[in-house]
Structure formats: structure tokens, C-alpha cells
Nanobody
Framework: HVQLVESGGDSVQIGGSLRLSCVVS?????????LGWFRQAAGKEREGVAV???????QYSDSAKGRFTISQDNSKTTTWLQMNNLKLDDTAMYYC????????????????????WGKGTQVTVS
């Protein structure tokens, strides 16, 4: 039973920083799969923010480039999203997501690629 649990969300001032964590359990640590961070602001669609692809490469949305960094421990148990210089538009519920065993076509930043989802952690910037 695969579970993803996010933590680290908080209220922060404009220009501040936060580090989100995602802990994955129930997944074979030797398997290769993409893991990403997504967010959904009130009244908006969910969007991809940052992803570590199967080959270890990283991809970021335009809004995240230069400010956010995704990283992962060697066991792929924990994935972090370091967010710096936070802006009002970063206010959202942030979700961690992992691919299933079968690769779905499309951008790694597309939520359709992902099978397993956490319940989210709220980030509020004011």
C-alpha cells in the first residue's frame, strides 16, 4: 500500500522560505519512478511545480525556476521542495505525487502521469 505524506506547510511572509517534505512508504526503493510536487490554489487547477524524473533529472515550472529546488535522499524515501523568495502567488495546497509502475505519456509536470498522491500541505504567503 503506497502512501505519500507531506509536511512543512506554513504561513510565511513575502520573500520568506519554506521546505516541504514528502515521505513515501510502501514503494520498492529500487524501482524507478518520477516524483513531483504539485500545487492547487483556490479556484485554480492543479499545476506541476517541480519533478525528479526517473533518470534523476529535475524539471521545474516557469514560476518555480530559480526559486524552488527539489531534492531527494538516496533511498527515495524522502523528497524535499525548498522554496525561497516566496510570493503571494505561491499560496496553495502543495501535493506530492509519484508515478505508478507504468509510464504514462506526457510531460512529467502533468498530473496525468501520477498515480499516487498525498493529502497535501498548505502554504500561505502574506
Amino acid at each position: 500500500h503506497v502512501q505519500l505524506v507531506e509536511s512543512g506547510g506554513d504561513s510565511v511572509q513575502i520573500g520568506g522560505s519554506l521546505r516541504l517534505s514528502c515521505v513515501v512508504s510502501g514503494r520498492d526503493t529500487s524501482s524507478k519512478y518520477s516524483l513531483g510536487w504539485f500545487r492547487q490554489a483556490a479556484g485554480k487547477e492543479r499545476e506541476g511545480v517541480a519533478v525528479i524524473d526517473r533518470d534523476g533529472s529535475t524539471q521545474y515550472s516557469d514560476s518555480a525556476k530559480g526559486r524552488f529546488t527539489i531534492s531527494q535522499d538516496n533511498s527515495k524515501t524522502t523528497t524535499w521542495l525548498q522554496m525561497n523568495n516566496l510570493k503571494l502567488d505561491d499560496t496553495a495546497m502543495y501535493y506530492c505525487a509519484a508515478e505508478g509502475d507504468t509510464v504514462v505519456a506526457g510531460s512529467v509536470l502533468s498530473e496525468e502521469r501520477y498515480t499516487y498522491w498525498g493529502k497535501g500541505t498548505q502554504v500561505t504567503v502574506s
